[in-house]
């Protein structure tokens, strides 16, 4: 004994030390008693403290004591220990380097740092272990394979705490070293595997490969399987195997996996003694297993096997282990899934009392006792789903109330446990109707949705339930006629609407707020307290609207609105600021539309005073520093000052800083930084603003969900970039990471439709460029817009400026080119129809046979595309929102998939029926026609060699003079003409002249080239249709040819034609009916006197018999009595004076007696029997200058009001002419007696206009008689 020392005073001290400390510790390695192990320390540092420094046998000495400190702390687990031992190193350091036992000091001293680096994480312990490991290694003393095993240890332990991968590639590098330097049978090889196999899931976890996944399965397997059954760490290794074979279940979900989980946990909960402290863990182990294959296969032993081993596990825990209240609450989990299946009201109460319990056991401050919580509220709600007891509702919200209460602001599980009391007081509500509970519930879930990410697949499962909360909200408020606080109730059912339509994106729900909060404002007086932040509300909601559907009128008005707002709010609240950023967002608006500078500018600068107006820490701080960095931008690209650009990353970077991670709203503020980056990039050029937008992009759409309707527009902007990198670098990769990031973005929805439109343009540049394969890919995404962009809601004068604003014609030109450059023609056809005369098929599909329908969907179909027709719907936003969800029903049914949606070229094909079609596209690099021969041909290319852009206009700008010339634009007897009179400008050529060279222009370039293809395919005569688009819109093409083989007419579009042949003939003599109107005068006083018309209606009369004929002449043809005659009737003639509006198509009328019937009038007729109408006025078949492809001209009017085919005029008929016409066609259609065919109209025209060449009349009177429809 070392206490019996001085009592051996003849021994050598240092040597009598030494015995003692050796019988110590053999003593203690026999007892394990602690008293053992202190007697051989104390000796070690006895025989330490009398060895002299620099003494031969010092070093082995602090050996010996650095050992003793180790096999304490392996004992005690006191680090201070760990240091001792490391701290003998300085002087142990001294071995020499050539002395064979250097390589395990060295050894030993790595590992024992390693392990004080595991605990206390000093990056100088791990490179300092790690260098003396790596010199241990190159000595070539000692076992290598332990070396490598403790390399590869700390290795790992260094990227645990650093997260460097190259240290996890050198762990597993080393691990597999030391492993294949130790044999099978070698005692310490099951530890290297399982080293091994701990940085290969380490690995897998990091990078996701399955080779790691699989690796690391098979390494501790092998370990397993080298450990013997009685072996102390079989039980340890099979846990570890278990988490492998976790991992590669959660990733690829084998059975076969489960299975072997389920064995290996068994197998090491079935090896561990009953006394050992693990078993209760390993039997929780085994139920969670068990838990694991109910979920999977649903079988009743696995339940019944998971409910067994939590009882015994919670047996075998004490009352006071730290552990027992998870058992319990483990044990409470698998009652429940009993109860779920036998719906026995014991196992719920059992389930309860044990969650009741868990949390009895859990001290308030315990991170565990907040999950406890939230399971004792789902359990207090099951009872009550059971029983319909209020105190359980009550006690659930109360556990409920504290989990949350306990649940700090970012802990990732204060979502869930927010929307579980969310659910609680919806119940609540449902049950007391207390509005309190309700206005709870809504901001609860509304904290819900802001805590869940972007992306999150549950995100819009959460918004669809605030939507639900805030429905029941709006329905509450409904009735607030008699409430005495009604302006701040319609203000918060005003929100409600307004919060529904940012989440789910619907018009009616805008519509409403709209309504809501116009309504609160009218009652608010001036000094109303809620005054400007109603204002604020009506500015949002207009803002919005605008956005949407680009009504200028509701710019200006939400201008006023925030200018009102902001004079009612002092400038020292924080709501001034709000104000000011919404007034600089609509002047901003403004720009974008009108690009007018000083809205920019001013807009910046109301910017610049909201950020200086609102404190550091206020919510909306980074939201204004957003809007302001956008405007910086913006004035960037216009003026080009890079001061501007630098402002915009400065503001953008300071707004994304203020925006945590996580953040629902991240994503719009890397946006609008990536965007400035992108902007200095293409500016400065360096790769680094390149690769840093590009990255911000990714993120933006990494936190974008499916169903979020920016998205697409995300998607866009990243496909911008890579297009940028591709442009830079001709990676392979980044060019079809373009085209496949737009083509998923037109998958989806698109808030911005115009946006997307542009957006699609930039892609068929990119692919013109570099992959025309995908232009027409591109192009039908752009096309497919088009409803969206022209939305039916709107007024057609709204929709115009759209298609001039966004210049839809010439797009329509551009993409057929394209199709014909990649031969794919009927492409070319299905983008045409879908661009030509877009609003005009808008009309025609409003009046849709509904016959085929089931009758409650035709009926409402009906009613909701008339009110949208007449343009009678009190809320058109709502009409359409209707509408289109009931057109989403309808094909949901087989056989109607495709029901009012764009006709595919083997449908369009079918015009043809009654011969060919011919589309004339004129584009600046090359005019083409495409010929339809018949239903089952392939179209034809046919190259206008001889025909550009510069000639077609140049004959049409000739046409124009001439008809000026003439006088053409009126219908007037022939005396006021001025035919063959030479002018100046047609160096001193005659009209007649002029006109005879244009015609033969036109056969030698357009038309001959047209019929050498018909010929050779074999159609030499017979019905022709023209579909001219662009420039060649309204050129006499009907009238160049010398012959008269073909009988021509044309179409707006190729669905008119469809639609013509689809409509059946009346069969009654009611519908039969056939109407004359004449005005040869349109007041009493003999105003616009037109001569002819009397001779006309005379002659017609003399020629369809009554009772079918009904004539109104003189004062008789009023407008009522006109629009009444012609809803009734089958077919029509107008002769009377005409006056079109090139500026505004749709405020173009037909002079009547003392009124007008518009174009607009027409457009909104709904005619069931009309089969032809023969418009003799002027310019009846022209339309607007700028939107030559829209068809809104008389004749393409009454096509969409319902008639099958109609004669009209480019220009001006002359008065004489019009009875000379109207006779012979009649007499044609009504030959014999016969009942007369709308098809026959274009024959009978082709004969009246050879009776007026007969009489050797001026080209330009018999030229604009032209045929349209069948």
Not at 441 to 446: L, N, P
Not at 449 to 460: A, E, F, I, M
Not at 752 to 762: D, G
């Amino acid at each position: 004994m070392i206490s019996n020392f001085k009592e051996a005073p003849d021994l050598d001290k240092i040597k009598f030390l030494q015995i003692r400390a050796t019988l110590w510790g053999n003593k203690y390695e026999k007892s394990g008693q602690v008293s053992d192990l202190e007697e051989q320390l104390k000796a070690d540092l006895y025989i330490v403290y009398l060895t002299p420094i620099g003494h031969p046998n010092r070093v082995d000495r602090l050996w010996n004591l650095s050992r003793s400190f180790m096999n304490r702390y392996d004992k005690l687990g006191d680090t201070g220990d760990l240091e001792a031992a490391i701290l003998t190193w300085d002087e142990r350091d001294s071995t020499p380097h050539e002395h064979d036992t250097r390589a395990v000091r060295l050894l030993e001293f790595s590992e024992f740092l390693g392990m004080l680096y595991y605990l206390q994480g000093n990056p100088e312990e791990i490179d300092i272990a790690l260098k003396a490991g790596e010199e241990a290694l190159n000595l070539p003393h000692g076992d290598r394979a332990s070396k490598l095993q403790n390399l590869a240890i700390l290795f790992r332990y260094r990227y645990e705490r650093q997260g460097d991968v190259k240290d996890l590639d050198a762990a597993v590098k080393t691990a597999q070293e030391a492993l294949d330097l130790t044999p099978d049978e070698h005692s310490a090889r099951a530890g290297r595997l399982r080293n091994l196999g701990v940085s290969l899931i380490e690995r897998y976890r990091r990078l996701g490969d399955v080779k790691d996944l699989d690796a690391a399965v098979q390494t501790d397997q092998e370990a397993v399987d080298l450990t013997p059954i009685w072996h102390s760490t079989r039980a340890g290794r099979l846990q570890h195997l278990v988490v492998s074979l976790t991992e590669r279940y959660r990733k690829l979900g084998d059975s076969n996996d489960l299975e072997a989980i389920f064995q290996r946990e068994y197998e090491a909960a079935m090896l561990t003694p009953r006394d050992d402290p693990n078993r209760a863990g390993r039997f929780q182990n085994v139920a969670a297993s068990f838990t694991a294959r109910y979920q999977k296969f649903g079988r009743v032993e696995d339940r019944d096997g998971a409910l067994f081993m939590n009882e015994e596990a919670l047996k075998l825990t004490p009352q006071d282990h730290t552990g027992r209240a998870d058992r319990l609450n483990n044990l409470a989990a698998s009652y429940i899934s009993l109860y779920h299946d036998t719906r026995d009201l014991h196992d719920l109460e059992c389930s309860l009392q044990l969650s009741q319990e868990a949390v009895e056991l859990t001290p308030r401050e315990h991170p565990n006792r907040v999950g406890h919580l939230n399971t004792l509220g789902l359990r207090f709600m099951d009872r009550y789903d059971r029983m319909g007891d209020m105190e359980d509702l009550e006690s659930a919200l109360q556990t409920q109330r504290e989990a949350v209460n306990l649940t700090p602001q970012g802990h990732p599980d204060r979502a869930a446990r927010l929307r579980e009391m969310s659910a609680t007081l919806w119940d609540r509500y449902e049950k007391l109707e207390d509005p309190k509970d309700l206005d709870f519930a809504v901001q609860t879930q509304r904290e819900v949705v802001d805590l869940t990410p972007q992306g999150h697949s549950d995100r819009s499962i959460y918004l669809q339930r605030l939507s639900v909360y805030l429905e029941a909200r709006c329905r509450m408020l409904g009735d607030l006629n008699d409430h005495p606080d009604r302006v701040g109730r319609l203000k918060t059912l005003a929100d409600s609407f307004w919060e529904l339509y940012n989440i789910r994106g619907k018009i009616s729900d805008l519509d409403a707020a709209l309504g809501t909060v116009q309504e609160a404002v009218a009652l608010a007086p001036q000094s109303h307290s809620d005054r400007a932040s109603l204002l604020r509300i009506l500015g949002g909601c207009l803002r919005d609207r605008y956005q949407t559907f680009g009504d200028l009128k509701d710019n200006e008005v939400a201008i006023q609105t925030y200018v009102q707002a902001l004079e009612l709010t002092a400038q020292e609240l924080p709501e001034y600021a709000v104000y000011l950023q919404g007034l600089a967002a609509c002047l901003r608006d403004r720009y974008e539309r009108l690009r007018n500078l000083a809205d920019l500018e001013a807009a910046l600068k109301m910017k610049q005073k909201a950020v200086e107006l609102i404190p550091s820490g206020h919510p909306h701080r980074a939201q204004l520093l957003r809007s302001l960095s956008t405007s910086f931008r913006d004035r960037y690209r216009i003026l080009r000052d890079t001061e501007d650009l630098n402002a915009a990353i400065q503001t953008g970077q300071e707004a994304v800083d203020l925006v945590p991670q996580g953040d629902y709203s991240r994503a719009a503020y890397l946006q609008t930084l990536a965007a400035s980056l992108t902007d200095r990039y293409r500016k400065l050029g360096d790769p680094k603003d390149l690769e840093a937008a590009l990255q911000m992009k990714k993120d933006a759409v990494d936190q974008s969900p499916p169903e979020d309707p920016v998205r697409a527009a995300r998607l866009q902007n990243l496909a911008a970039s890579f297009r940028d990198r591709y442009e830079k670098f001709k990676d392979p990769k980044d060019m079809e990471t373009v085209h496949m990031l737009y083509i998923d973005s037109f998958k989806l929805f698109s808030s911005a439709p115009e946006n997307s439109w542009a957006q699609a343009l930039r892609w068929v540049s990119f692919a013109e460029k570099f992959q025309p394969s995908y232009c027409v890919l591109a192009y039908m995404s752009a096309f497919a817009l088009l409803p969206d962009i022209l939305w039916i809601g709107n007024s057609i004068p709204l929709r115009h400026a759209a298609m001039r604003r966004l210049n839809i014609q010439d797009a329509t030109s551009a993409a057929i080119r394209t199709c014909i450059n990649v031969s794919d023609l009927p492409a070319a056809v299905q983008l045409l129809e879908q661009g030509l005369a877009t609003i005009f098929q808008q009309m025609l599909q409003l009046k849709t046979d509904v016959d085929v329908l089931p009758p409650e969907q035709g009926r409402t179909l009906m009613d909701l595309s008339s009110q949208l027709y007449n343009e009678t719907a009190s809320n058109p936003f709502k009409v359409v929102d209707y509408r289109n969800s009931l057109l989403h029903d309808i094909r949901k049914q087989p056989g109607f998939e495709y029901f009012l949606l764009p006709k595919p070229y083997n449908v369009l094909c079918h015009a043809s029926k009654g011969g060919p079609i011919v589309i004339l596209n004129a584009h600046p690099d090359h005019c083409d026609g495409i010929i339809i021969l018949n239903p089952t041909s392939e179209p034809v290319h046919v190259p206008l060699l001889s025909v550009t852009l510069p000639l077609l206009k140049s004959q049409r700008d000739m046409l124009q003079k001439l008809l000026g010339h003439c006088n053409a634009r009126t219908r007037e007897a022939s005396s006021s003409r001025l035919f063959g009179r030479p002018e100046h400008f047609f160096l001193s050529k005659t009209t007649h002249e002029c006109f005879e060279e244009m015609l033969e222009w036109l056969w030698t370039c357009v038309v001959c080239p047209v019929y050498k293809v018909l010929k050779s395919h074999g159609i030499h005569d017979g019905r022709l249709w023209w579909l001219p688009t662009g420039a060649f819109t309204g050129l006499p093409l009907h009238a160049s040819s010398p012959t008269d083989e073909f009988i021509h007419s044309y179409t707006a579009t190729l669905g008119s034609l469809l639609d013509a042949y689809a409509k059946k003939s009346p069969t009654t003599s009611t519908a039969q009916k056939f109407a004359v109107i004449g005005v040869p005068h349109t007041d009493p006083n003999g105003s616009n006197s037109l001569k002819g018309v009397s001779q006309e209606v005379r002659k017609i009369a003399s020629i369809v018999k009554e009772p079918i004929v009904q004539c109104l002449e003189g004062e008789q043809a009023t407008a009522d009595a006109v629009k009444l005659q012609i809803q009734n009737c089958s077919w029509a003639h107008l002769a009377c004076h005409g006056s079109q509006n090139l500026n505004e198509p749709t405020k173009s009328y037909l002079r009547l007696y003392e009124g007008k019937l518009e174009l607009g009038t027409i457009l909104r007729m709904h005619l069931v029997n009309a089969q032809f109408v023969f418009l003799a006025a002027c310019e009846t078949a022209m339309g607007d200058a700028k939107l030559v492809n829209e068809s809104f001209h008389f004749g393409g009017a009454f096509i969409a009001a319902g008639f099958r085919g109609a004669i009209g005029t480019l220009w001006s008929m002359n008065d004489e002419d019009g009875p000379i016409v109207a006779e012979v066609v009649y007499s044609h259609l009504f030959r014999e007696g016969q009942r007369p065919q709308a098809s026959d109209a274009a024959q009978a025209l082709q004969i009246a206009v050879k009776e007026l060449k007969k009489r050797k009349v001026a080209y330009e009177r018999w030229i604009p008689f032209i045929h349209m429809g069948v």
